[in-house]
T-cell receptor, first 112, second 115 residues
Framework: GDSVTQMEGPVTLSEEACLTI???????????LFWYVQYPGEGLQLLLKATKADDKGSNKGFEATYRKETTSFHLEKGSVQVSDSAVYFC???????????FGKGTTLSVSS | ETGVTQTPRHLVMGMTNKKSLKCEQHLGHNAMYWYKQSAKKPLELMFV???????ENNSVPSRFSPECPNSSHLFLHLHTLQPEDSALYLC??????????????FGPGTRLLVL
């Protein structure tokens, strides 16, 4: 069945460091891909999304490119801030279009 | 402001209690979802409602009973829960068009503790 695999965390970085969180997926068809972020004590918020191959989603300095050939959707940011500390979830839409399938989440901790 | 609200934000209940979680979306969406988020476990999809009909139920124990009276409201009725049911319960909504899953918008969650 469809699934999402994210790199295990936690990821600990210093402020202004580069970030990459890997995400690969297994799916039939052409799912939409998403990155969600969860700040402490809150629900999930959409960070960015891509709906077809080679699309690049971007928001708040974060980027991810839908790579069909490698079935990946890695999240990147050139310079992280302390305020980026959160849990990041990669997700894809299931084939039936009825739900999202989430990865396990990657905790990012940024120190000043 | 995400457009999806959940009440209560925190709930403590005994194993013999009956309580309900409420979710309301103000986005005009046609699908709503319940998720369970436990520490160190993946986000678990519990129920999906599309156009007020339950379309997915991921083998959730019968002590959890969802209700969707209209497209804007979703409830999760709880009875005789177990301590392992303690978790963050998240509600979400989305617009589903021609079988395509659009972005889901989440509420802040209800933090449930079962004693």
């Amino acid at each position: 069945g469809d699934s999402v695999t994210q790199m295990e965390g936690p990821v600990t970085l210093s402020e202004e460091a580069c970030l990459t969180i890997n995400c690969t997926y297994t799916a039939t068809g052409y799912p939409s891909l998403f990155w969600y972020v969860q700040y402490p004590g809150e629900g999930l918020q959409l960070l960015l999304k891509a709906t077809k191959a080679d699309d690049k989603g971007s928001n708040k300095g974060f980027e991810a490119t839908y790579r069909k050939e490698t079935t990946s959707f890695h999240l990147e940011k050139g310079s992280v801030q302390v305020s980026d500390s959160a849990v990041y979830f990669c997700a894809l839409s299931n084939q039936a279009g009825t739900a999202l399938i989430f990865g396990k989440g990657t905790t990012l901790s940024v120190s000043s | 402001e995400t457009g999806v609200t959940q009440t209560p934000r925190h709930l403590v209940m005994g194993m013999t209690n009956k309580k309900s979680l409420k979710c309301e979306q103000h986005l005009g969406h046609n699908a709503m979802y319940w998720y369970k988020q436990s520490a160190k476990k993946p986000l678990e999809l519990m129920f999906v409602y599309s156009l007020e009909e339950r379309v997915e139920n991921n083998s959730v124990p019968s002590r959890f009973s969802p209700e969707c009276p209209n497209s804007s409201h979703l409830f999760l009725h709880l009875h005789t829960l177990q301590p392992e049911d303690s978790a963050l319960y998240l509600c979400a909504s989305s617009q589903v068009l021609a079988g395509n899953q659009e972005t889901q918008y989440f509420g802040p969650g209800t933090r449930l503790l079962v004693l």
